[in-house]
């Protein structure tokens, strides 16, 4: 049964919570923007007024996640009391009574929703409330490797579903057997890139392989690469005279109009590096839809995307550079483990979390992976990634 220590100290961090998240500021705040949009002359600028409500609905949606968490709590105390009522009143010797369960029921639905609040707060960074892009590509290792992207690709896109992000893949290469070779998803949502950006590196897998005929156990790999998705109230510049393209049939699934008509776009840009001067092409391709211009806007809109992440990350280094700074894993390397074979573990080398729910993982739930990674970039990345598992 929940103690009353367990209630108490779900209340304290409901309090902290209150003051790090300046809740009656924000209530406040809210007021005075309600106001400003019963204007009759709001929405005489739409695009101004869209970008106006997205920012209020943005304080609002903290204000709202907080009172939820606050009435849960709210309704666990009253149950203690009932749970604690029939548990005297119980005939028999035991702590486990429908008052109680429901009890427990009631404190973990509480204490999730403040755990998810917690973590949201960690997510200030520049960018990290803005959608998120997640490219996939595979390894060596062939039919494999490809399969092992496919895998990936669902767990994220079941992440998505899970967390009430709308996604798209926006273009994917099958693999020649099975799987895939690449896959560009879109997340769009407040707050994606803020979490998903923890799968940032390459995601390696141990198993016994379907595809070798041997039965053997096979090491194989593919990469994870995940960026901010830019909105309108962004400016990036692009230079057109940087820009070409190019049109493609879609090959794959999709239909017999995506394969015969070139509704696929490549786009290709030079960029040219600020500081150093050092140029080097982007690539961006996509197929989302049959319709070629939209698939050329959607193109222009993940480059604004790329543009903005390469912007972000240099100044986050001079960022680090200014504070003595180094990230002890970088961009690209090995973060995480997947051992199905002869045991079954996901192993974060980051943080060292470990768990044996492999299907769970696998399925989506990355919450506690995305957790524990927030909250050591929290603390400049204080904690020492542990060894990896071996093969």
Known sequence: MTSREQIESLKERLQTLHACLDISGKRDQISILQKKTESPDFWNDP????????????????????????SEAEDVDVLYEFAKESLDNSAEENDSTPETEELDQAYGLALKDVEALEMRNMLGSEGDNLGAVLTINSGAGGTEANDWSSMLMRMYLRWGERNGYKTAVTDIQDGDEAGVKSVTIEFDGEYAYGYLKAENGVHRLVRISPFNAQGKRQTTFSSVFVYP???????????????????????????QNVNKVESGVRLRYLYQDPDTGKEEEILIENTETRDQPKNRAKALLLLRSRLYDIAMKKRQEEKDKIEGQKKRIEWGSQIRSYVLHPYKMVNDLRTGYKTADTQGVLDGDLGEFMRRYLMQEGVGGAIEPMEDIEP
């Open 47 to 70: 695009k101004g007024a869209e970008a106006f409500m997205k920012n209020l609905n943005g304080i609002k949606s903290w204000v709202m996640a907080y009172d939820k968490a606050f």
């Open 229 to 255: 998705l830019v909105d309108d109230t962004i400016e990036v510049n692009v230079d057109p005279s940087r820009l070409s393209w190019d049109t493609f049939r879609a090959g794959g699934h999709g239909g």
